[in-house]
């Protein structure tokens, strides 16, 4: 069986001087570029609206198709990724989960390649990231979350620590970089929940 780190919308509008920021989004790039070693399948979702969404009725404009606040941050080492999986491309639903990607079957996609551990990292915290944890858990993956490899809106606070409590109650283990190996998996002694 083998494990995959599955990266959450590490966007410019979601980085600091983008549409939708998380105030310190750029921090997670470096932590990603490092555990990016500990794994030999790498994908990556992205957020890739339409211009007219009803996701921009409760949200500022941000990750359209084809912008600059679309693309991904541009230090974070995008060569590794193995396969890129879109969401949020209709304009009838915000398409929060990475399991929602409309180019590809991210299950099938998992299952083909024989995962079984899913390790999620990537922004944001609590919208984004804690849909896909969700979406990971129904779907029968042992699921992961790299605490420093993520970032939150933080809209009031204590938003980012309840949206890691959520995600440890629906059945996720939720870990920091350094629980992992370099060369894959994790270090013993890390309970897993
Ligand atoms: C996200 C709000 C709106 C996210 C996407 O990536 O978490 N949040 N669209
Ligand atoms: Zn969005």
Not at 16 to 36: E, Q, R, S
Request: hydrophobic share 40%; aromatic share 10%; glycine share 8%.
């Amino acid at each position: 069986m083998n494990r995959a780190l599955l990266i959450v919308d590490v966007q410019n509008d979601f980085c600091p001087g983008g549409a939708l920021p998380t105030p310190k989004g750029d921090g997670v790039v470096t932590v990603i570029n490092k555990i990016m070693k500990s794994f030999s399948i790498i994908i990556a979702s992205r957020d890739w609206h339409p211009q007219v969404t009803v996701h921009f009725n409760k949200w500022p404009v941000h990750c359209v198709q084809n912008t600059k606040g679309a693309d991904f941050h541009e230090e974070l080492d995008k060569d590794k990724f193995d396969k890129i999986f879109v969401k949020g491309t209709r304009n009838i639903d915000d398409g929060y989960s990475a399991f929602e990607a409309t180019n590809l079957d991210l299950v099938e996609y998992l299952k083909n390649k024989n995962v079984d551990e899913v390790f999620i990292a990537g922004l944001t915290a609590e919208y984004c990231v804690l849909s896909t944890v969700f979406d990971s858990i129904k779907n029968g993956f042992k699921t992961f979350v790299i605490k420093d490899a993520v970032e939150g809106i933080r809209q009031n606070e204590g938003d980012f620590e309840d949206a890691f409590e959520e995600m440890e109650k629906a059945g996720a283990t939720i870990i920091n970089s350094e629980d992992l190996k370099p060369t894959g998996g994790l270090k013993e002694g890390i309970s897993r929940n």
